[in-house]
């Protein structure tokens, strides 16, 4: 994927902060409504991701659409945008408001900033998955600025963006859209509990 294509994907993928700003801001932390609403945007979205599994004018509809900033995998498998909302149901479902809220915008935000300083920057390469080191220092310092904002609680904050960073950076045969936000919601969990 080309560094235009991943801008524009990453840029579209920065907009998903809607979930948690509006979890917090507008709805009030209400999680039936959040989790309504997310669902619902999930079962759009697999009716989509169906349809052009099966249906091959829809499927060059779509291509034509949204080709340009489809990852490879994604032409025969969900794409991010089915997981994150798989990924922001589930910590919206099992975990406190405030951390599920702060887990889905690490993702949005962590992920985002790891591949456009990686992309552009990004000097020092790990040998395995070819991402940089530059990449996850800017997911991990991204991430930590925020849940220091967003949580007020600064072990909270550092070590759910450490466990971010580790999902984003690690090797698991799991959707990075999945990885992140439930590895950084269930540390986040425990800090609550035992600090």
């Given at each position: 994927?080309g ?15 809607v979930i ?8 009030n ?9 997310v669902l619902?945007?999930l079962?759009?979205s697999l ?23 489809l990852r ?14 798989v990924?922001s149901l589930?910590?919206?479902?099992f ?6 809220a ?5 993702l ?8 456009l300083i990686?992309?552009?920057?990004g ?12 990449g ?13 904002w967003?949580l ?6 550092i ?24 590895a950084?919601?269930?540390?986040m969990?425990?800090?609550?509990v035992?600090?």
């Amino acid at each position: 994927m080309g560094r235009l294509s991943e801008t524009l994907r990453k840029s579209i993928h920065l907009s998903s902060l809607v979930i948690p700003l509006g979890y917090r801001y507008i709805l009030n932390y209400n999680r039936r409504i959040t989790f309504t609403i997310v669902l619902i945007a999930l079962v759009v979205s697999l009716v989509v991701e169906f349809h052009r599994f099966w249906q091959r004018s829809f499927r060059k509809t779509f291509y034509r659409l949204f080709g340009m900033i489809l990852r490879k995998h994604e032409l025969k498998d969900f794409t991010g945008a089915t997981y994150l909302l798989v990924s922001s149901l589930l910590c919206i479902a099992f975990f406190d408001e405030p951390i599920a809220a702060a887990a889905i915008a690490f993702l949005s935000i962590g992920d985002t900033f790891a591949a456009l300083i990686g992309m552009n920057f990004g000097k020092r390469k790990f040998i395995r998955n070819n991402k940089s080191l530059e990449g996850s220092l800017a997911c991990f310092v991204s991430c930590s600025v925020f849940g220091l904002w967003w949580l007020g609680n600064p072990w909270m904050a550092i070590l759910g963006a450490l466990a971010a960073t580790s999902a984003e950076l690690g090797e698991i045969a799991v959707d990075d859209n999945i990885k992140i936000p439930l590895a950084s919601a269930l540390v986040m969990s425990l800090v609550s509990v035992f600090i």
